[in-house]
């Protein structure tokens, strides 16, 4: 029996064009679905390298297709850094300078909470990003304010905001529910090294631990922050 002449004839060239499977970067692929995987990614596993290749691998394609749209990895983290730090919310300008710093720390906090990776986008090869910077500028601008300058703005203004970062640090940005509560829950081969008195004061703490609060001890550092900020005004006004 004879094949039909048309069974094995080549396919005509529009078949050929919708037969092909698609060429390039998938449609979806643009700058904010680069940043957006990359901030989960980041936010999921903040304690590990984040790579263009493992980014690439999330959207399911090659990484030289996200060079089209960030030519380095500098770039890219400027762009995941902006997007964190937009919108981040002006101070309470009609509260009072101890208010507002306290709001201040608080949407940092909240800040951190919505995205755990934020501190690898806070600065990178010893420099400041600058979006980060632009949230911490209305904190230089309100010590200055309230009779803060040159050197003692400098130093108020570096332990204060090292010191809010720290603390949230130590009290949100934790990857284990177990560390989020203390930094000093895992210590049982360092009790050798206490006297039989701080060992007992040791263990009756960590019995405490698992009912303590988080966001109280929060907010009482934070509190001895903002009060570390008036002890010092009170000794330049003297």
Do not use: C
């Not at 698609?22 to 390298?49: C, F, M, Q, W, Y």
């Amino acid at each position: 029996m004879k094949a039909d002449k048309g069974q094995n004839r080549a396919p005509a060239p529009d078949d050929r064009k919708a037969s092909a499977p698609p060429r390039g970067r998938p449609a979806t692929l643009s700058a904010d679905a680069i940043v957006d995987t990359a901030l989960k990614l980041l936010d999921a596993h903040p304690n590990e390298e984040l790579s263009m290749a493992r980014i690439a691998r999330e959207l399911s394609v090659s990484p030289p297709a996200l060079y089209r749209y960030f030519a380095t990895r500098t770039a890219l983290r400027d762009a995941m850094s902006a997007s964190v730090f937009a919108g981040f919310p002006d101070m309470p300008a009609d509260r009072p300078w101890r208010e507002q710093l306290l709001a201040w720390q608080n949407q940092v906090a909240l800040l951190y909470e919505r995205h755990h990776g934020v501190m690898m986008l806070m600065g990178w090869d010893d420099k400041l990003a600058g979006p980060w910077l632009k949230v911490q500028a209305p904190v230089l601008v309100l010590l200055h304010r309230i009779g803060f300058s040159k050197l003692s703005l400098v130093e108020t203004a570096s332990w204060f905001l090292a010191a809010t970062v720290g603390l949230i640090r130590t009290y949100l940005a934790a990857d284990s529910e177990a560390l989020s509560r203390s930094d000093m829950v895992e210590f049982s081969e360092g009790l050798d090294h206490l006297t039989a008195g701080q060992q007992a004061l040791v263990e009756e703490t960590r019995t405490w631990i698992p009912s303590s609060d988080p966001a109280r001890i929060l907010n009482l550092g934070f509190e001895a922050l903002v009060d570390g900020v008036a002890r010092e005004l009170t000794r330049l006004e003297k």
